[in-house]
């Protein structure tokens, strides 16, 4: 084993491949995040004091601090002041992943013709997995989300452009379309998909212009509703699809073949 580990040390610096010793604040924060993702240390639990931990890991204070903070910038952790304060256990939060993607695809010049494209090859495939494996739980959330949508745009008939709360329930309903369908994997790149467009949508709500067609929407989600009730996975998958692509075109609507690039940060 020594002999195989000298050989590949060998091989990557003959390829030039610069070596670096984890810092030991590094090593810690793998060893919490280890316990995080494998569910020995739950959401909402509190870590031990500084003191406990400092003597566990054998470690100092700075270091430790820096361990934390590589965590609490994952959004793994966060810390609470106060007598019951300490670092507490947040676990992964899917829209820290968002942003951080987002920011990438907007660095890399990413259009929003791509990523909308990236989901249209997504969440109809959910769609249709939803039709078949759907509970009595998932049809009900589904129809609350467009009740409140509904609601919302009863209010907002006349705006010249979906308003941030009308945004947000869109966003949930189609959260709620790729996290029970029940394939994990589907549902975080569609998730992150969604934020991201998303979060276009509420840095550019401005350039909407004319009255948003409220009606058209909610008639396209109260059929999707219907068909996933129904168990009609063909249906479902061929409506989400459809929808997608017409709400992508008004997403696109004055930017010539999606070169916009995508927005965070208006």
Known sequence: MKNTRAAVSRGLA??????????????VAMRLR??????ELLTGDVLPTEAELMTQFGISRPTLREAIRILEAESLLS?????????????PDIAVAARYIGMILQMQGTTLA??????????????????????????R?????????????DHDA??????????EFVAQFHRLVVERAGNRSLAVQATVLGTV?????AHTAADGAGPHRYGADLGSLDELVGLIAAGDRRGAQEHWAEHLRVTGGGLLRGRPGGATVVDLFA
């Open 14 to 27: 003959a390829a030039g491949t610069p070596l670096r010793t984890p810092k030991t604040a590094e090593l």
């Open 34 to 39: 280890r316990d995080i993702v494998r569910g």
């Open 79 to 91: 810390s609470r002041r106060g007598t019951r304060g300490g670092a507490q256990v947040t676990g």
């Open 114 to 139: 791509d990523i909308q494209e990236a989901r249209m090859l997504i969440e109809p495939i959910c769609a249709g997995l939803l039709a078949e494996r759907h509970t009595a739980k998932d049809l």
């Open 141 to 153: 959330d589904l129809r609350a989300c467009v009740e409140v949508l509904h609601r919302i745009a």
């Open 158 to 167: 006349t705006a010249p452009a979906p308003g941030a709360e009308y945004i």
């Open 197 to 201: 467009i998303a979060a276009h949508r």
